[in-house]
Protein backbone atom coordinates (compact mmCIF):
# COMPACT_ATOMS: atom_id res chain seq x y z
CA UNK A 1 0.00 0.00 0.00
CA UNK A 2 1.25 3.57 -0.65
CA UNK A 3 0.74 6.32 1.29
CA UNK A 4 1.25 9.82 0.21
CA UNK A 5 0.20 11.62 3.24
CA UNK A 6 2.20 9.70 5.70
CA UNK A 7 4.11 12.51 7.44
CA UNK A 8 7.08 10.92 9.03
CA UNK A 9 9.65 14.17 9.37
CA UNK A 10 10.61 12.92 12.70
CA UNK A 11 14.11 14.83 13.06
CA UNK A 12 16.35 11.93 13.94
CA UNK A 13 14.83 9.45 11.38
CA UNK A 14 16.82 10.84 8.30
CA UNK A 15 20.37 10.59 9.68
CA UNK A 16 19.53 7.07 11.06
CA UNK A 17 18.15 6.01 7.69
CA UNK A 18 21.46 7.47 6.08
CA UNK A 19 23.41 5.91 8.32
CA UNK A 20 22.12 2.55 7.96
CA UNK A 21 21.48 2.51 4.46
CA UNK A 22 25.22 3.57 3.94
CA UNK A 23 26.11 0.22 5.67
CA UNK A 24 23.64 -1.85 4.02
CA UNK A 25 21.77 -2.71 6.80
CA UNK A 26 18.10 -3.38 6.18
CA UNK A 27 16.07 -1.98 8.44
CA UNK A 28 11.98 -0.84 9.01
CA UNK A 29 10.46 1.78 11.39
CA UNK A 30 7.79 -0.41 13.65
CA UNK A 31 5.05 -0.03 16.24
CA UNK A 32 3.83 2.99 18.07
CA UNK A 33 5.59 5.48 16.25
CA UNK A 34 4.28 4.72 12.65
CA UNK A 35 0.67 4.18 14.28
CA UNK A 36 0.80 8.34 15.91
CA UNK A 37 2.58 8.91 12.37
CA UNK A 38 -0.55 7.60 11.07
CA UNK A 39 -3.19 9.30 13.55
CA UNK A 40 -0.71 12.49 13.10
CA UNK A 41 -0.34 12.33 16.97
CA UNK A 42 3.10 13.50 18.52
CA UNK A 43 5.82 10.79 19.34
CA UNK A 44 9.19 10.73 20.72
CA UNK A 45 9.62 7.02 21.33
CA UNK A 46 10.91 5.10 18.38
CA UNK A 47 11.11 1.41 17.28
CA UNK A 48 13.43 0.53 14.40
CA UNK A 49 13.87 -3.47 13.74
CA UNK A 50 17.00 -3.64 12.17
CA UNK A 51 18.62 -7.23 10.24
CA UNK A 52 21.72 -7.77 12.34
CA UNK A 53 22.55 -7.31 15.87
CA UNK A 54 20.30 -4.94 17.38
CA UNK A 55 22.43 -3.62 20.24
CA UNK A 56 25.90 -3.65 18.09
CA UNK A 57 23.53 -1.49 15.56
CA UNK A 58 22.32 0.67 18.26
CA UNK A 59 26.02 1.14 19.59
CA UNK A 60 27.07 2.39 15.96
CA UNK A 61 24.30 4.88 15.90
CA UNK A 62 24.72 6.55 18.70
CA UNK A 63 28.28 6.87 18.65
CA UNK A 64 27.59 8.38 14.88
CA UNK A 65 24.99 10.70 16.19
CA UNK A 66 26.38 11.68 19.46
CA UNK A 67 23.69 9.64 21.60
CA UNK A 68 24.00 7.62 24.83
CA UNK A 69 23.54 3.90 24.06
CA UNK A 70 21.30 1.53 26.20
CA UNK A 71 21.44 -1.80 26.57
CA UNK A 72 17.69 -3.14 27.15
CA UNK A 73 17.81 -6.91 26.84
CA UNK A 74 21.31 -9.18 26.35
CA UNK A 75 18.63 -12.36 26.00
CA UNK A 76 16.52 -10.69 23.29
CA UNK A 77 19.16 -8.38 22.06
CA UNK A 78 17.59 -5.07 22.19
CA UNK A 79 18.97 -1.65 22.64
CA UNK A 80 18.32 1.84 23.03
CA UNK A 81 19.79 5.04 21.61
CA UNK A 82 18.89 8.24 23.53
CA UNK A 83 18.58 11.12 21.71
CA UNK A 84 18.83 14.91 22.91
CA UNK A 85 18.27 17.70 20.98
CA UNK A 86 17.13 21.59 21.88
CA UNK A 87 13.54 20.53 21.06
CA UNK A 88 13.15 17.33 22.89
CA UNK A 89 14.46 13.94 24.27
CA UNK A 90 14.11 10.98 21.53
CA UNK A 91 14.83 7.17 22.59
CA UNK A 92 15.51 5.04 19.57
CA UNK A 93 14.67 1.44 20.68
CA UNK A 94 15.98 -0.84 18.41
CA UNK A 95 15.48 -4.83 17.91
CA UNK A 96 16.39 -7.50 15.78
CA UNK A 97 14.51 -9.40 13.16
CA UNK A 98 15.70 -13.05 11.68
CA UNK A 99 13.96 -14.08 8.99
CA UNK A 100 11.24 -11.77 6.88
CA UNK A 101 10.14 -8.22 8.50
CA UNK A 102 5.95 -10.09 7.86
CA UNK A 103 7.42 -12.70 10.50
CA UNK A 104 8.52 -9.87 12.79
CA UNK A 105 5.04 -8.37 12.38
CA UNK A 106 3.46 -11.72 13.18
CA UNK A 107 4.99 -11.68 16.29
CA UNK A 108 3.50 -8.20 17.70
CA UNK A 109 0.61 -7.12 19.49
CA UNK A 110 -2.05 -5.66 18.10
CA UNK A 111 -2.70 -5.36 14.13
CA UNK A 112 -2.19 -1.07 14.29
CA UNK A 113 1.08 -1.65 15.99
CA UNK A 114 1.86 -4.28 12.86
CA UNK A 115 2.78 -2.42 10.41
CA UNK A 116 6.54 -1.17 9.17
CA UNK A 117 7.93 0.96 6.58
CA UNK A 118 11.53 0.35 5.39
CA UNK A 119 13.88 3.08 6.49
CA UNK A 120 15.82 3.40 3.34
CA UNK A 121 12.60 5.12 1.73
CA UNK A 122 13.44 8.14 4.14
CA UNK A 123 17.40 8.22 2.53
CA UNK A 124 15.63 8.67 -0.62
CA UNK A 125 13.02 11.23 -0.23
CA UNK A 126 10.56 9.04 -1.98
CA UNK A 127 7.19 11.15 -2.42
CA UNK A 128 5.24 7.96 -1.58
CA UNK A 129 5.81 5.41 0.82
CA UNK A 130 5.47 1.68 0.99
CA UNK A 131 3.34 0.38 3.84
CA UNK A 132 3.67 -2.88 4.72
CA UNK A 133 0.75 -3.70 6.45
CA UNK A 134 -0.01 -7.74 6.10
CA UNK A 135 -3.30 -7.64 9.14
CA UNK A 136 -5.17 -4.87 7.76
CA UNK A 137 -3.77 -2.48 10.74
CA UNK A 138 -4.27 0.81 8.63
CA UNK A 139 -8.03 -0.60 8.33
CA UNK A 140 -8.60 -1.27 12.01
CA UNK A 141 -6.60 2.11 12.84
CA UNK A 142 -9.12 3.71 10.94
CA UNK A 143 -12.24 1.89 12.54
CA UNK A 144 -10.59 2.81 15.55
CA UNK A 145 -10.64 -0.52 16.76
CA UNK A 146 -7.75 -2.71 18.88
CA UNK A 147 -7.03 -5.92 17.46
CA UNK A 148 -5.17 -8.97 18.42
CA UNK A 149 -2.78 -9.85 15.25
CA UNK A 150 -3.19 -13.52 16.90
CA UNK A 151 -4.71 -15.90 19.44
CA UNK A 152 -1.29 -16.74 20.78
CA UNK A 153 -0.31 -12.85 21.41
CA UNK A 154 -1.20 -12.58 25.25
CA UNK A 155 0.88 -15.99 25.90
CA UNK A 156 3.79 -14.51 24.47
CA UNK A 157 3.67 -11.26 26.61
CA UNK A 158 0.90 -10.97 28.97
CA UNK A 159 1.97 -7.16 29.60
CA UNK A 160 -0.38 -6.67 25.92
CA UNK A 161 -3.36 -8.04 28.72
CA UNK A 162 -2.87 -4.36 30.32
CA UNK A 163 -1.28 -2.88 27.31
CA UNK A 164 -4.58 -3.30 25.22
CA UNK A 165 -7.05 -1.57 27.51
CA UNK A 166 -4.38 1.15 28.00
CA UNK A 167 -4.32 1.98 24.50
CA UNK A 168 -7.87 1.73 23.81
CA UNK A 169 -8.24 4.63 26.72
CA UNK A 170 -5.20 6.66 25.30
CA UNK A 171 -6.30 6.42 21.46
CA UNK A 172 -9.86 6.54 22.49
CA UNK A 173 -10.75 3.27 20.88
CA UNK A 174 -12.41 -0.07 21.13
CA UNK A 175 -11.38 -3.31 21.50
CA UNK A 176 -12.47 -5.97 19.00
CA UNK A 177 -15.12 -8.51 20.79
CA UNK A 178 -12.60 -12.05 19.85
CA UNK A 179 -9.97 -9.45 21.65
CA UNK A 180 -11.19 -9.17 24.40
CA UNK A 181 -12.96 -12.79 24.79
CA UNK A 182 -8.93 -13.75 24.43
CA UNK A 183 -8.13 -11.23 27.14
CA UNK A 184 -10.82 -12.66 29.68
CA UNK A 185 -9.07 -16.11 28.77
CA UNK A 186 -5.81 -15.02 29.45
CA UNK A 187 -5.91 -12.37 32.69
CA UNK A 188 -4.50 -14.60 34.83
CA UNK A 189 -1.34 -14.29 33.16
CA UNK A 190 -0.89 -10.91 34.20
CA UNK A 191 0.43 -12.53 37.47
CA UNK A 192 3.38 -13.42 35.98
CA UNK A 193 4.56 -9.85 34.95
CA UNK A 194 7.26 -8.23 36.29
CA UNK A 195 5.96 -5.42 38.54
CA UNK A 196 7.75 -2.65 37.34
CA UNK A 197 6.29 -3.82 34.02
CA UNK A 198 2.52 -3.36 35.57
CA UNK A 199 3.53 -0.17 37.26
CA UNK A 200 4.65 1.44 33.92
CA UNK A 201 1.13 0.48 32.10
CA UNK A 202 -0.99 1.12 35.20
CA UNK A 203 0.61 4.80 35.55
CA UNK A 204 -0.33 5.11 31.78
CA UNK A 205 -3.52 4.09 32.26
CA UNK A 206 -3.81 6.69 35.03
CA UNK A 207 -2.76 9.37 33.46
CA UNK A 208 -6.01 9.43 30.64
CA UNK A 209 -8.93 11.51 31.36
CA UNK A 210 -11.87 9.00 32.61
CA UNK A 211 -9.68 6.65 34.21
CA UNK A 212 -12.37 5.19 36.50
CA UNK A 213 -14.92 3.88 33.65
CA UNK A 214 -11.77 2.21 32.24
CA UNK A 215 -10.94 0.65 35.46
CA UNK A 216 -14.56 -0.43 35.61
CA UNK A 217 -13.95 -1.97 31.87
CA UNK A 218 -10.26 -3.54 33.22
CA UNK A 219 -12.88 -5.73 36.22
CA UNK A 220 -15.18 -6.66 33.40
CA UNK A 221 -12.07 -8.18 31.60
CA UNK A 222 -11.21 -9.88 34.78
CA UNK A 223 -7.74 -7.50 35.04
CA UNK A 224 -7.75 -5.47 37.86
CA UNK A 225 -7.97 -8.15 40.63
CA UNK A 226 -5.06 -9.85 38.37
CA UNK A 227 -3.06 -7.33 38.70
CA UNK A 228 -3.83 -6.19 42.07
CA UNK A 229 -5.07 -9.35 43.77
CA UNK A 230 -5.42 -7.35 47.24
CA UNK A 231 -8.09 -5.75 45.94
CA UNK A 232 -10.39 -9.12 45.23
CA UNK A 233 -11.61 -9.27 48.76
CA UNK A 234 -13.50 -6.02 48.46
CA UNK A 235 -15.88 -7.77 46.01
CA UNK A 236 -19.18 -8.13 47.72
CA UNK A 237 -18.59 -6.51 50.86
CA UNK A 238 -21.39 -4.79 52.39
CA UNK A 239 -21.29 -1.22 53.87
CA UNK A 240 -23.15 0.83 55.77
CA UNK A 241 -26.55 2.34 54.71
CA UNK A 242 -24.79 5.75 53.91
CA UNK A 243 -22.91 4.07 51.22
CA UNK A 244 -24.21 3.11 48.03
CA UNK A 245 -21.68 0.87 46.65
CA UNK A 246 -19.63 -2.26 47.87
CA UNK A 247 -16.45 -1.28 48.40
CA UNK A 248 -14.91 -3.06 45.71
CA UNK A 249 -17.04 -0.60 43.72
CA UNK A 250 -16.58 2.28 46.04
CA UNK A 251 -13.40 2.11 45.43
CA UNK A 252 -13.04 2.33 41.65
CA UNK A 253 -15.80 5.01 41.96
CA UNK A 254 -13.64 6.91 44.36
CA UNK A 255 -10.94 7.05 41.04
CA UNK A 256 -14.22 8.41 38.96
CA UNK A 257 -14.68 10.95 41.57
CA UNK A 258 -11.07 12.21 41.52
CA UNK A 259 -11.45 12.92 37.63
CA UNK A 260 -14.60 14.71 38.05
CA UNK A 261 -12.95 16.91 41.35
CA UNK A 262 -9.79 17.71 39.49
CA UNK A 263 -11.99 18.80 35.87
CA UNK A 264 -10.45 15.68 34.23
CA UNK A 265 -14.23 13.61 33.59
CA UNK A 266 -17.83 13.82 34.47
CA UNK A 267 -19.51 12.30 37.46
CA UNK A 268 -22.82 10.97 36.59
CA UNK A 269 -24.78 11.82 39.46
CA UNK A 270 -24.00 15.36 39.97
CA UNK A 271 -23.00 18.43 37.42
CA UNK A 272 -21.50 21.99 37.86
CA UNK A 273 -23.37 22.69 40.78
CA UNK A 274 -21.32 20.30 43.05
CA UNK A 275 -18.08 20.77 41.72
CA UNK A 276 -18.63 24.58 41.72
CA UNK A 277 -18.64 24.35 45.47
CA UNK A 278 -14.90 22.99 45.41
CA UNK A 279 -12.26 25.70 45.21
CA UNK A 280 -9.99 25.34 41.77
CA UNK A 281 -7.53 27.39 40.86
CA UNK A 282 -3.98 27.73 38.48
CA UNK A 283 -2.34 26.77 41.71
CA UNK A 284 -3.93 23.63 42.15
CA UNK A 285 -3.77 22.65 38.35
CA UNK A 286 -0.17 22.82 38.95
CA UNK A 287 0.13 21.04 42.12
CA UNK A 288 -1.62 18.14 41.11
CA UNK A 289 0.51 18.13 37.47
CA UNK A 290 3.81 18.41 39.71
CA UNK A 291 6.09 14.81 38.77
CA UNK A 292 6.64 13.08 42.10
CA UNK A 293 8.87 10.48 40.07
CA UNK A 294 9.75 9.12 36.53
CA UNK A 295 6.01 8.40 34.89
CA UNK A 296 4.22 10.18 37.54
CA UNK A 297 2.81 13.09 38.98
CA UNK A 298 0.60 13.69 42.17
CA UNK A 299 -2.74 13.92 39.72
CA UNK A 300 -1.92 10.10 38.87
CA UNK A 301 -0.38 8.37 42.52
CA UNK A 302 -4.47 10.15 43.79
CA UNK A 303 -6.03 7.95 41.34
CA UNK A 304 -3.83 5.24 42.92
CA UNK A 305 -4.47 6.21 46.40
CA UNK A 306 -8.12 6.38 45.60
CA UNK A 307 -7.80 3.08 44.17
CA UNK A 308 -6.19 1.59 47.11
CA UNK A 309 -7.85 4.15 50.47
CA UNK A 310 -10.15 1.16 51.71
CA UNK A 311 -8.15 -1.80 50.83
CA UNK A 312 -8.29 -2.81 54.33
CA UNK A 313 -12.24 -3.00 54.55
CA UNK A 314 -12.57 -6.41 54.14
CA UNK A 315 -10.33 -7.48 57.36
CA UNK A 316 -11.37 -5.04 59.61
CA UNK A 317 -14.83 -5.25 59.21
CA UNK A 318 -16.76 -5.90 62.55
CA UNK A 319 -20.79 -6.15 62.99
CA UNK A 320 -21.95 -4.19 66.24
CA UNK A 321 -24.68 -6.40 68.53
CA UNK A 322 -26.93 -3.48 67.21
CA UNK A 323 -26.45 -4.50 63.43
CA UNK A 324 -24.23 -1.23 62.77
CA UNK A 325 -21.27 -2.05 60.52
CA UNK A 326 -17.54 -0.69 61.05
CA UNK A 327 -14.33 -0.74 59.93
CA UNK A 328 -11.81 0.73 62.76
CA UNK A 329 -8.57 0.96 61.84
CA UNK A 330 -8.57 0.31 57.94
CA UNK A 331 -6.99 3.73 57.12
CA UNK A 332 -3.63 3.17 58.99
CA UNK A 333 -3.80 -1.04 57.85
CA UNK A 334 -4.77 -0.08 54.48
CA UNK A 335 -1.70 2.58 54.28
CA UNK A 336 0.28 -0.81 55.14
CA UNK A 337 -1.00 -2.86 52.69
CA UNK A 338 -0.72 -0.17 50.22
CA UNK A 339 3.06 -0.01 50.84
CA UNK A 340 3.37 -3.37 49.95
CA UNK A 341 1.37 -3.51 46.81
CA UNK A 342 3.48 -0.49 45.35
CA UNK A 343 6.76 -2.09 46.61
CA UNK A 344 5.77 -5.20 44.42
CA UNK A 345 5.18 -3.23 41.74
CA UNK A 346 8.21 -1.52 42.10
CA UNK A 347 7.11 1.85 42.49
CA UNK A 348 9.78 4.66 43.78
CA UNK A 349 10.32 5.29 47.96
CA UNK A 350 8.81 8.91 46.74
CA UNK A 351 5.18 7.68 45.40
CA UNK A 352 5.12 5.27 47.81
CA UNK A 353 5.36 7.29 50.67
CA UNK A 354 2.68 9.96 49.18
CA UNK A 355 0.13 7.19 48.51
CA UNK A 356 0.62 5.36 51.47
CA UNK A 357 0.03 9.07 53.91
CA UNK A 358 -3.03 9.77 51.75
CA UNK A 359 -4.14 6.21 52.39
CA UNK A 360 -3.52 6.46 56.24
CA UNK A 361 -5.16 10.08 56.38
CA UNK A 362 -7.67 9.68 54.21
CA UNK A 363 -10.19 10.13 56.94
CA UNK A 364 -9.09 12.94 59.20
CA UNK A 365 -10.24 17.05 57.09
CA UNK A 366 -13.65 15.00 57.96
CA UNK A 367 -12.92 14.07 61.35
CA UNK A 368 -11.17 17.49 61.68
CA UNK A 369 -14.02 19.29 61.38
CA UNK A 370 -16.71 18.29 64.37
CA UNK A 371 -19.55 19.77 62.89
CA UNK A 372 -18.30 23.20 62.09
CA UNK A 373 -14.99 24.71 60.72
CA UNK A 374 -11.61 23.16 62.06
CA UNK A 375 -9.37 24.68 64.53
CA UNK A 376 -6.21 26.08 63.61
CA UNK A 377 -3.98 23.64 66.08
CA UNK A 378 -6.03 21.12 64.12
CA UNK A 379 -5.30 22.38 60.82
CA UNK A 380 -1.57 22.58 62.02
CA UNK A 381 -1.53 19.07 63.16
CA UNK A 382 -3.13 18.06 59.97
CA UNK A 383 -0.36 19.02 58.25
CA UNK A 384 2.46 18.03 60.19
CA UNK A 385 0.75 14.38 60.00
CA UNK A 386 -0.09 14.37 56.73
CA UNK A 387 3.39 16.51 54.94
CA UNK A 388 3.26 16.23 51.41
CA UNK A 389 0.36 14.71 51.21
CA UNK A 390 -1.95 17.08 52.88
CA UNK A 391 -3.40 19.31 49.83
CA UNK A 392 -4.05 15.99 47.37
CA UNK A 393 -5.50 14.05 50.85
CA UNK A 394 -8.22 16.59 50.99
CA UNK A 395 -9.50 16.07 47.46
CA UNK A 396 -9.14 12.37 48.70
CA UNK A 397 -11.73 12.88 51.46
CA UNK A 398 -13.88 14.71 48.91
CA UNK A 399 -13.82 12.04 46.08
CA UNK A 400 -14.80 9.69 49.44
CA UNK A 401 -17.39 11.64 50.47
CA UNK A 402 -19.15 11.38 46.66
CA UNK A 403 -18.31 8.00 45.65
CA UNK A 404 -19.95 6.71 49.20
CA UNK A 405 -23.33 9.25 48.67
CA UNK A 406 -23.46 8.16 44.58
CA UNK A 407 -26.96 9.13 43.87
CA UNK A 408 -28.42 9.95 47.10
CA UNK A 409 -25.54 12.89 47.44
CA UNK A 410 -27.11 15.49 50.31
CA UNK A 411 -26.27 18.75 48.98
CA UNK A 412 -26.08 20.57 52.50
CA UNK A 413 -24.08 18.02 53.74
CA UNK A 414 -21.86 18.12 50.38
CA UNK A 415 -21.74 21.91 50.71
CA UNK A 416 -20.30 21.36 54.39
CA UNK A 417 -17.81 18.97 53.45
CA UNK A 418 -16.81 21.69 50.70
CA UNK A 419 -16.54 24.45 52.90
CA UNK A 420 -14.07 22.77 55.14
CA UNK A 421 -11.63 21.72 52.38
CA UNK A 422 -12.16 25.46 51.24
CA UNK A 423 -11.16 26.90 54.48
CA UNK A 424 -8.16 24.10 55.10
CA UNK A 425 -6.61 24.76 51.97
CA UNK A 426 -7.39 28.73 52.56
CA UNK A 427 -5.39 28.46 55.81
CA UNK A 428 -2.46 26.60 53.63
CA UNK A 429 -1.68 29.09 51.04
CA UNK A 430 -3.15 32.56 52.62
CA UNK A 431 -2.07 32.05 56.25
CA UNK A 432 1.10 30.01 55.69
CA UNK A 433 2.08 30.23 59.27
CA UNK A 434 -1.00 28.42 60.75
CA UNK A 435 0.85 25.46 58.87
CA UNK A 436 4.68 25.97 59.07
CA UNK A 437 5.14 28.61 61.56
CA UNK A 438 8.50 30.48 61.90
CA UNK A 439 10.52 29.61 64.75
CA UNK A 440 11.04 30.85 67.85
CA UNK A 441 13.39 28.72 69.89
CA UNK A 442 15.57 25.82 69.41
CA UNK A 443 16.42 22.58 71.05
CA UNK A 444 19.85 24.62 72.35
CA UNK A 445 17.73 27.23 73.57
CA UNK A 446 15.69 25.40 75.95
CA UNK A 447 19.17 23.30 77.00
CA UNK A 448 20.89 26.33 78.02
CA UNK A 449 17.82 28.81 79.92
CA UNK A 450 16.16 25.71 81.33
CA UNK A 451 18.74 23.02 82.37
CA UNK A 452 17.64 19.78 80.42
CA UNK A 453 19.02 17.70 79.29
CA UNK A 454 19.60 16.52 75.46
CA UNK A 455 16.85 14.03 74.54
CA UNK A 456 13.30 13.52 73.09
CA UNK A 457 11.34 16.10 75.87
CA UNK A 458 13.26 19.10 74.02
CA UNK A 459 11.87 18.04 70.45
CA UNK A 460 8.13 17.51 72.58
CA UNK A 461 8.95 20.97 73.69
CA UNK A 462 9.74 22.36 70.61
CA UNK A 463 6.50 20.79 68.66
CA UNK A 464 4.76 21.99 71.50
CA UNK A 465 5.38 25.95 70.33
CA UNK A 466 5.04 25.75 67.37
CA UNK A 467 1.44 23.83 67.89
CA UNK A 468 0.73 27.12 70.20
CA UNK A 469 2.09 29.43 67.39
CA UNK A 470 0.23 27.76 64.82
CA UNK A 471 -2.85 28.65 66.78
CA UNK A 472 -2.50 32.39 67.30
CA UNK A 473 -1.62 31.76 70.82
CA UNK A 474 2.37 31.93 70.98
CA UNK A 475 4.06 35.23 68.34
CA UNK A 476 7.29 36.27 70.01
CA UNK A 477 10.34 34.14 71.43
CA UNK A 478 9.63 35.60 75.09
CA UNK A 479 6.03 34.26 74.78
CA UNK A 480 7.13 30.99 73.49
CA UNK A 481 9.99 31.00 76.56
CA UNK A 482 6.98 31.33 79.00
CA UNK A 483 4.69 28.86 77.77
CA UNK A 484 7.39 25.87 78.11
CA UNK A 485 8.57 27.45 81.10
CA UNK A 486 4.64 27.19 82.23
CA UNK A 487 4.54 23.65 80.78
CA UNK A 488 7.52 22.46 82.80
CA UNK A 489 6.30 24.07 85.81
CA UNK A 490 2.84 22.28 85.52
CA UNK A 491 4.90 19.11 85.11
CA UNK A 492 6.72 19.54 88.12
CA UNK A 493 3.63 19.97 90.30
CA UNK A 494 2.02 16.59 88.80
CA UNK A 495 5.49 14.59 89.50
CA UNK A 496 5.36 15.98 92.90
CA UNK A 497 1.20 15.16 93.56
CA UNK A 498 1.84 11.90 92.10
CA UNK A 499 4.88 11.45 94.52
CA UNK A 500 3.58 12.94 97.76
CA UNK A 501 0.55 10.30 97.28
CA UNK A 502 2.36 6.76 96.97
CA UNK A 503 3.04 4.98 99.97
CA UNK A 504 6.17 2.83 100.45
CA UNK A 505 4.39 -0.28 99.48
CA UNK A 506 2.80 1.54 96.34
CA UNK A 507 5.97 2.21 95.12
CA UNK A 508 7.60 -0.97 95.56
CA UNK A 509 4.91 -2.55 93.27
CA UNK A 510 4.83 0.38 91.23
Known sequence: MLMKDLKLSIKPLTAVSNLLAGQ????????????????????????????GDAPAIAQKVATALGGKYVLLDDINRLGRVVLVTEERRWELDFNTF???????????????????????????????IKLIDPFDGWNDLRRGVIRAVAETAFESDALRLLRAVRLAAELGFTIDGETENLIRRYSHLVARIAGERIREELLRLLAVTHTGQFLHYMDDLGLVTAAIPELAQAKGVNQPEE???????????????????????????????????????AKLAQHFGLEVSSGSTRRVLLKLAALLHDVAKPQTKTIEADGRIRFLGHAKEGAAIAIDILERLRFSTKEIKLV??????????????????PTRRAIYRYFRDAGEAGIDTLFL??????????????????????????????QRFQEESSVSPPKLVDG????????????????????????????GELATREAALSYINHLLNKEKIIQEELSSSCTPDEEGYG
Open 397 to 426: SLADHLATRGPHLEQALWREHAQTVEYILY
Open 444 to 471: LDIINIFGLSPGPRIGELIEAVREAQAA
Open 24 to 51: GIESYLVGGVLRDALLERDTADIDIAVK
Open 243 to 281: HFWDVFDHSVETVVAIDFLLHEGTWEYAGDEVLALIPWA
Open 98 to 128: KDSIEQDLARRDFTIDAMAVNLSQLSKEEEA
Open 356 to 373: EAEVKHHLRPVQMSHGGL
